[in-house]
């Protein structure tokens, strides 16, 4: 927080480390707000873990939590798109020694499918990037680009924010990882969702020039996210169901982000642009504030979910504290969601362009949900968890933090220009041009302005509407979503299948010795493992699988564990990735 108002002041400008790990750093308006929101959330954080009751292993806990603090405020002050990348890769293997270390063996798989994800999705594509952009300059402060090398480099750029944020098609490890992960830990993760907004921001409005297209596709990517709020109804576990949640705010910056791409330069821009800022800050405080009243839940040695959560509506200040924040989350005027959905919507509104009227209009029908899932939660509660229970004794420190962060999702929703002084210089500074006042942004278009306030008032009255009806009756009026995702993955078994056949038929008799009326015994890879290779590009590859399979065997395996084996790699990957930029 230090270096951030240092940065909003008068910029910090220089390096650090020496030698051949010295980095170039340049704190401006734009890395000082993410920074600011990072160590906002990250101090909270560090002290709600003072007192709360958990069984870590506790030196790879602390290297792993301070290393992902470090590696992110890194990640943001960078002026090397190299080093950006070493931070990046250092920030994807600190956060898997963080879910590591705070995991049983059980959420190890999400661990292990966390890594290959980022790996394969966010460090491959950067390094493919690497050498494309010295043909423009390594500098994160703008340059030209070489036309040639554009359309590779778009494609390249896009994906490891995406990976970063959670947004899809790679938002799968967001709630996966939440439910695993102690809820004070959530928050931290929270934050590294924007860094990947900060990265978007950074490589498409300084690096590169601007391509419309590109924002559509930004814009459609947000809206699609969005739709996981529909699988929230479907979750009792709380910190899935919250993490739904988190996935469709993130997505809806990310629809205003590419919008704001599409109208650069323009007023509607700007809007959208200061709706996406203002939509991360208030998602990474509300969203926080949540998670750590969970943390009390869980406490109590229980596991936060519909009925747990009774303990804390036993008359309790946490009750209070989380329905303040849960009521940000769903958008309720003048609450927080509230304030940056109103530029949002207002900037969509005033576009007049039909493709993003279009996906505009999907995003507003699925802000009726927000609140419906809360309201669910509580009528869920009361109907069918008929269980007393006490009300717990949530130690002070805890209470304190989820107080404070309650309080400072209302205060800066209240107040919006409290932020005046860390989201004006990095508007500016993005946009390159003055930002007119707050009451001028949220005025910009009157009739724009009163359409977007009657319908985030409508969509909270028809969120608190669905919310009450039974849940057999809602997932009724949701089932042609749900039969969209059944579809889709009847057609992805399809595809598999037919592949396998395929192989199985066409491709194994040319490379392997097989008789043809044993081809129909053969239902995989491994049953025709056994039989002798017909080529000798094959043969090549055949004492790598028997090495594998002997130490497996001694190992007291029967088959060797492939999910164990890309987790190795990926590791061993990431670490010659470290030493290959350590030595460049």
Not at 72 to 89: C, G, P, Q, S, V
Not at 498 to 506: D, L, P
Request: hydrophobic share 55%.
């Amino acid at each position: 927080m230090i270096t951030a108002f240092y940065g909003l002041s008068g910029g910090i400008r220089g390096q650090v480390f020496n030698g051949i790990f010295r980095t170039q750093v340049n704190v401006d308006p734009l890395s000082a707000f993410f920074t600011f929101i990072l160590g906002l959330v990250g101090f909270l954080s560090s002290v709600y873990l003072l007192n709360y009751e958990m069984k870590p292993r506790h030196l790879t806990f602390a290297i792993a939590y301070n290393g992902t603090l470090l590696s992110a405020l890194l990640f943001l002050t960078t002026e090397n798109f190299e080093k950006m990348i070493l931070f990046y890769e250092l920030l994807a293997l600190l956060t898997f020694a963080l879910i590591l270390s705070t995991v049983v063996s059980g959420g190890r798989n999400t661990a292990r499918n966390y890594i290959v994800l980022t790996q394969l999705f966010g460090v491959v594509p950067l390094l493919i990037a690497l050498p494309l952009t010295h043909t423009a300059g390594s500098s994160l402060g703008g340059t030209g680009a070489n036309m040639a090398v554009l359309p590779v480099l778009y494609a390249l750029l896009l994906l490891p924010p995406l990976v970063r944020s959670g947004v899809f098609p790679f938002h799968t490890w967001v709630p996966r990882v939440y439910r695993r992960v102690p809820s004070p830990v959530v928050p931290v993760l929270i934050v590294l969702e924007g860094l990947g907004i900060y990265m978007m921001i950074r490589l498409f409005w300084f690096v590169l020039p601007f391509l419309r297209p590109l924002g559509y596709v930004i814009a459609f990517l947000g809206m699609t996210s969005a739709f996981s709020i529909l699988y929230s109804f479907s979750e009792i576990r709380l910190k899935r169901k919250f993490a739904y949640h988190s996935v469709m705010d993130v997505g809806l910056s990310y629809f205003a982000l590419g919008s704001a791409m599409v109208f650069h330069g323009s007023l509607t821009g700007r809007i959208l642009l200061i709706g996406a800022l203002f939509h991360t800050l208030y998602q990474s405080v509300y969203k926080s504030s949540i998670f750590f009243g969970l943390g009390a839940i869980e406490h109590y040695g229980e596991e936060p979910n519909v009925c747990s959560l009774r303990k804390l509506f036993k008359g309790h200040v946490m009750a209070f504290l989380m329905s303040i924040s849960a009521f940000s989350m769903a958008g309720l005027p003048p609450l927080a969601a509230f304030v940056s959905k109103w530029l949002i919507y207002q900037g969509a509104f005033m576009s007049g362009d039909t493709l993003v009227l279009m996906m505009f209009f999907a995003v507003a029908f699925l802000g009726l949900f927000p609140f419906a899932s809360v309201v669910q939660v509580r009528r869920l509660n009361r109907d069918l968890c008929k269980r007393e229970l006490g009300a717990g004794n949530v130690p002070l420190l805890l209470r304190g933090v989820v107080g404070t962060t309650a309080m400072l999702t209302v205060l800066l929703s209240v107040l919006p220009v409290l932020m005046g002084p860390i989201i004006v210089p990095a508007l500016s500074e993005i946009t390159g041009s003055p930002v007119p006042s707050f009451g001028a942004l949220f005025m910009a278009n009157v009739t724009a302005s009163v359409i977007a306030v009657l319908l985030l008032t409508g969509t909270a009255y028809l969120g608190m509407r669905i919310g009450r009806i039974p849940t057999d009756r809602a997932s009724e009026l949701l089932l042609i979503f749900y039969n969209i995702g059944d579809m889709l993955a009847l057609t992805r078994d399809f595809i598999l299948e037919t592949g396998r056949r395929a192989y199985v038929t066409c491709v194994l008799p040319v490379i392997k010795y097989i008789p043809r009326y044993e081809l129909p015994l053969i239902r995989d890879c491994d049953d025709a493992f056994d039989y002798p290779v017909r080529h000798i590009d094959e043969a090549m590859f055949m004492p790598i699988l028997r090495l594998i399979s002997g130490v497996s065997e001694r190992a007291g395996k029967g088959a060797p564990d492939m999910n164990a084996l890309m987790a190795v790699f990926a590791v061993v990957f990431a670490l010659l990735i470290i030493f290959l930029g350590v030595v460049m």
